[in-house]
């Protein structure tokens, strides 16, 4: 009868070798990990510029400006700063810009007398004939009534996975524009300045931002994460730094310079690149949590973090500025100083008013009803029915007007 071999050795042999082979698997998983931490470590962990010598010939000047009542006396300069219009969606921002300058002519009225509010628009063509038309100027500038744009672009090959860096960078590229103003405000297009804003500066010179909608608890601990390995300051009870920054051209420039050097790193650190790209992040399937589509909210919360330190450096508030457009508020002197269009189909929404749905039994109001937040409705629907160069004149002329009554 036949019988296998009983062949030890050679089970003990392939026993040995099944082992070996395991044992090196094992030591390749530890190694190839240990290496990967190290790379962590080494580009994201403490980085070679300690966080004091960013900020170490930085310098705020002295608030030149007390009480309200007293800075309405002196002749202050601010100017609004819009940071990106779109040429492809020249369209949708010509509309937008429209009825922005629309709610800057009503916050003219009642603007002090001695006060100038300006508006740059950074856009890659400066010679947009309906821009013109609005009394926009390239020249510097000379006077208190003009409006000039300004754009270069130099930073597509640097991220293109995210465009929406034209919506700071700008501000970083070109501070030199608007150095010589009192008071900045960062702005997006779709907004409405109110009567509010009007007679309104920042208190103590503060730097003040509005409301933004990120702040969730994964995001909020994977924030204090980066600032904790960066070596910078980090407040956790400071949440939703809104996308509209209004304080003084030195801290301004910082905060969007330091915001823009945040987003490179998040970008390259912090997300795949799967999720860096626009096939992917475009349909937000993470949201709310870590989306690449808000990349310029998570680098100006810490680019605020790091420069003010949350008040401690400089004063710094939250204040109701990107006051939602569907909000029923009333929108008078003492209402909302600032209010934003966001993606929603709810009155009053800037989608419905691009697709010229507000007609019929939706149309929108014909006069001001200032017992609601109408305003922007109002706004937006006078801005149609008037011309460029005529609202370009009355800008002109808003201003003249007040100086006038005062003499």
Known sequence: MWKPLQNTKSVTLVQGCLFAITAFIILMTVVAYHSYLVYRVRISGPRTTPPEAVLSDFSVPPCLFGDLPSARQQPVLRVVVVVYFSIPQKSTYLDQLKWCMRSLLEMAETEPPLWRTDLIIYMENVTLPQVLDLGCSTAPRRNAFQVYPEYERNLQEQMKEYPYLDSIYPLVEHSSSYSKYDFVVRSDLDVFFTPAFAGWIPPNCAFVTGNGGYSDTFNMEKLAHVASYSGIHFNASVRNVGSTWIGTPQLVAKVAERTVHWMVHLSRIEFSPKQRTIAWWGGAPLWMEWHYGVLS????????????????????????????????????????????????????????????????????????????????????ADSLVMTSVGLAERLRSAKLTTLQKRV
Request: hydrophobic share 30%; charged share 15%; net charge neutral.
């Open 297 to 380: 909210m998570y680098g100006g919360h810490l680019a605020v973090n790091e420069v003010l330190e949350s008040g401690k450096r400089h004063p710094y508030l939250k204040l109701d500025l990107d006051h939602p457009t569907t909000s029923s508020a009333s929108c008078t002197v003492d209402g909302p100083l600032h209010l934003h269009t966001y993606q929603s189909n709810v009155y009053f929404s800037k989608s419905e008013f691009n697709n010229r749905k507000y007609v019929g039994a939706s149309a929108l109001p014909a006069f001001l009803n200032s017992t609601r937040c109408d305003y922007a409705a109002y706004l937006a």
